[in-house]
């Protein structure tokens, strides 16, 4: 029993620790439950949503719940339905558009009969509310965020990690559609220094990785990661067969070296603001 304890709180130090958490007593703070009364919802102490004493789940419920499932295990051949699963029902949609048999709509229309009949997530319960004028002119809308026009960012991936040709398309599209491509920590090829300046996120996590004063002076945004996110592990591992010379030059590595890094989580901060003259 000890050998099973002592297992189960390796996992879990090993499954929060790469989610950015470094503590037991911060695990608890990323939960909520949806549907609880609040009978149940103050003695768990967590946050309840879409819960209510009229429409909810409580003790009373949680009583019928165990009453039905202690009778499933007296009885001999009765066996309890099987729960909902909504991923294993659009497999065989998702494959025929993946393979040109049907179009996306196809795959779609099949996707929101289900959450119809079977919603699974809150989101799912919700409709958008249109207003009567339905159609809105695009001049009319105004989607900057600072000096850029769009509120979206491309999200970090490194070099290597994608190729080259990808690497250098990302923030060139950010640039044509003036909003900002945030570059993983794995350094940044030479001759794109200082050229996509107003449009470039630079990520720093230990302060390696091809790191160095040129690199974050060629950014807007500096990322600064301090516990390790949404990445498996210990961190993002490239695989040193992955690591060519131009890789490990912007890394500052060693070719065909793996590379691990650190976990971390992250925090951005501007690093300036850009005139609308530098975003031309």
Known sequence: MAGVLEALRKGLEKVISTMGIHELRGYGRIFSAIGLKPELAEYFGTRNFLGSENAGYGLLELERTLLEREGF????KVLPAKDFRFNPRIYKAAQEVATGQAPYAHFQEKVRALERENPVAARQLLEVRFPERSEVAPEEVDLSVGAHSLPFVISAMSFGSQGEAAFRA???AAKRLNMLCVNGEGGEIPDMLGKYTPWRGQQVASGRFGVHAYMLNSASVIEIKIGQGAKPGEGGHLPGKKVSAKVAAARNAVPGVDLI???TT???TPSRTWPSSLRS
């Open 170 to 172: 990302y923030v060139e």
């Open 266 to 268: 992250t925090t951005s």
């Open 261 to 263: 890094s650190p976990p």
């Open 73 to 76: 295990l007296r009885a001999e």
